[in-house]
């Protein structure tokens, strides 16, 4: 599945545990996407960047309205107000609660390691 979305500002908890990441606008297209952690491909600018994409509600903060994040791999910078365009592949996990902020550190290098071994470009 491909999409395109809006970057917009997150609060940052991505950046405090070392995993900083790009936060999308919702719109009506994720009606279609089921709720976990997947491998993507995120293309800003041109550039063209492997991801883990987390979509739903983050249970290990207590948030139970869904948003979508991006951790893209060898990304660095902001590109608040732009538009990226998305392919979702593989779904990783199931989103879960986590209960120490370093338990989901290492569940998201984990993830990151799958997204890596993973041929999307």
Known sequence: MKFKSIVI??????????????NL?????????????????????????KGVMH???????DEVKPSLEIFLIGFTGEIYGETVEVEIFDKIR???????????????????EIAEKYEVI
């Open 9 to 22: 500002k997150g609060r940052g908890v991505g950046t405090e545990l070392g995993f900083p990441t790009i």
């Open 55 to 61: 979509f739903g509600p983050r249970k290990s903060f």
């Open 94 to 112: 199931d989103i879960q609660r986590f209960s120490s902020r370093d338990d989901l550190k290492e569940q998201i290098r984990k993830d990151i």
């Open 25 to 49: 606008e919702l719109n009506n297209i994720f009606s279609d996407i089921n709720q976990g952690v997947y491998i993507c491909k995120v293309t800003v600018d041109n550039q063209v960047y």
